[in-house]
């Protein structure tokens, strides 16, 4: 099989075909961050670096050999949570250039499959993407799959592939204080990452705005476990700023890079070959592993 990944990262893809046990002759990565390049030459020094997505036609590939194309399209320009510019964002005009990348590649090989993934986003978004992926490669499936099924992460994204009758994957049933190398949760399922995580958090946007996933001192699973049964019932939490800030740093902590691996499904310590910033925004940005290797497995 040769597989090529656009948008690569540190190579999310090339992990969830490893433990699918395929067999890859080729793995063609284009990827422009330095330092997701990094994490994933020293885990896989075989694959080939492509560079900038945008310069795809001067790519020195054997365009009939593509069995699979794999693209996680940036993202900013269609979430829910940025400014809703879709293609008239810079970042977002990169749909197109993924379109003619998989349209190149089926053209050469029409029984090669593809997937694409992006946020879960706006209904408006959602059938533009759906409806010019079928105008573009014909054969459209969209899947809607949450990572909670297969890690202890709350991630819901959109997949589009050719690959038919993908079902949703059975839920293994983990749940946070499964992946924690110490401390307590209030919750069974991580708020979803994202690559600004490494910024951290604090408890009002946790509690209030369900962002940015903490972990607590035992000390203060009382007091943490009371401000989340009222949130989640429906209301806004009784707690003043005084009783915000009786729960101090000291009790406390953003998740390690090592349980976002894992709330990833990425192997412990994968991405240890950079500086924890950068662990962080990469993992931020990735996919759940345990996600494409379900949807691929379907091939």
Request: proline share 2%; aromatic share 10%.
């Amino acid at each position: 099989m040769k597989v090529l990944s656009l948008f690569d990262g540190m190579s999310c893809t090339r992990i969830a075909l490893d433990k699918l046990n395929l067999k890859l002759d080729s793995y063609y990565a284009s990827e422009v961050d330095k330092y997701a390049i990094k994490v994933s030459q020293a885990n896989y020094p075989s694959i080939h670096q492509l560079g900038d997505v945008t310069k795809w036609k001067t790519w020195d590939i054997d365009w009939s050999t593509i069995d699979l194309v794999v693209a996680g399209f940036p993202c900013q320009s269609w979430s829910l949570a940025g400014q809703g510019l879709g293609d008239k964002d810079k970042r977002g005009q990169l749909f197109w250039t993924t379109l003619d990348i998989i349209k190149h590649v089926l053209k050469n090989n029409p029984k090669a499959n593809y997937l694409m993934e992006n946020v879960k986003m706006k209904k408006d978004f959602e059938d533009y993407i759906t409806y010019h992926t079928e105008q573009a490669l014909g054969t459209v499936q969209k899947y809607l799959i949450n990572s909670s099924l297969v890690s202890a992460q709350n991630r819901k994204r959109f997949y589009w592939t050719n690959i038919l009758k993908v079902n949703q994957p059975k839920d293994k049933d983990i749940v946070l204080a499964d992946v924690l190398e110490d401390g307590v949760t209030d919750r069974g399922k991580s708020h979803c990452l994202d690559a600004n995580y490494f910024k951290g958090g604090n408890l009002k946007s946790y509690f209030e705005k369900r962002r940015r996933q903490l972990v607590f001192n035992k000390e203060t699973t009382s007091p943490i476990r009371e401000k989340s049964k009222t949130v989640r019932s429906g209301g806004r939490g009784s707690y003043d700023r005084h009783e915000w800030d009786s729960v101090d740093k000291l009790h406390w902590r953003k998740l390690t890079p090592l349980e976002c691996e894992r709330l990833q499904t990425v192997p412990d310590n994968y991405t240890n070959h950079v500086s924890n910033t950068q662990r962080y925004k990469m993992l931020g940005n990735g996919f759940t592993v345990d996600v494409i290797s379900h949807i691929l497995k379907h091939i």
